[in-house]
């Protein structure tokens, strides 16, 4: 198994800041995928949320960078964001298919929000989309704890239906094969 693309979404520092459930696991975890792509050759694709004036991911605040234990090196894609889904009105569809591709792991923030929809769009382009266990994270609600949200839609929603979801390690040892496109 190998992976066409890693897409990290939302790690931005005023979210990040906010202390989500299994926060220092998450970063970590999330950080293990970028150097194992990086090392594999396999591209690294972030999605940063832009709330728009006032809103704590206003863009060009510091609450709106990618948190620095994650944070792009010089040439790796960011796509811009107003929506939950990161494919609505964002290049990163058309990058996606300019470069072949097809399986992609998906990591970030927030599970039942920009995480969920953007799964759930990858899917519906026909991506095949893999998501890591404890590479996910979202925040406590009135309803539910953020973990037990996460697991709920790691295995009832998502998994088998709009993706699959995978042990982190097994995800790493696919990443560290390299682009599956290299490889034909």
Known sequence: MGFDALIVIDMQTALVGRHPCNEVETVASVGRLVRAARAAGVPVLYVRHDGGAGD?????????????????????????????????????????????????????????????????????????????????TTFDSAFAKGGDLTAYFEDCIWNGRYARVLPLDEVLAGLERGPRLARG
């Open 56 to 136: 704590e991911l206003e863009a060009g605040t510091d609450g709106w960078q990618i948190c620095a234990e994650l944070a792009p090196l010089e040439g790796e894609r960011v796509f811009e964001k107003r929506f939950n889904s990161a494919f609505r009105q964002t290049e990163l569809h058309d990058h996606l298919r300019r470069i072949g591709a097809r399986s992609l792991v998906m990591c970030g923030m927030q599970t039942e929000f920009c995480f969920d929809v953007s799964v759930k769009v990858a899917f519906e382009l026909g991506y095949e989309a893999m998501v890591p266990k404890g590479a996910v």
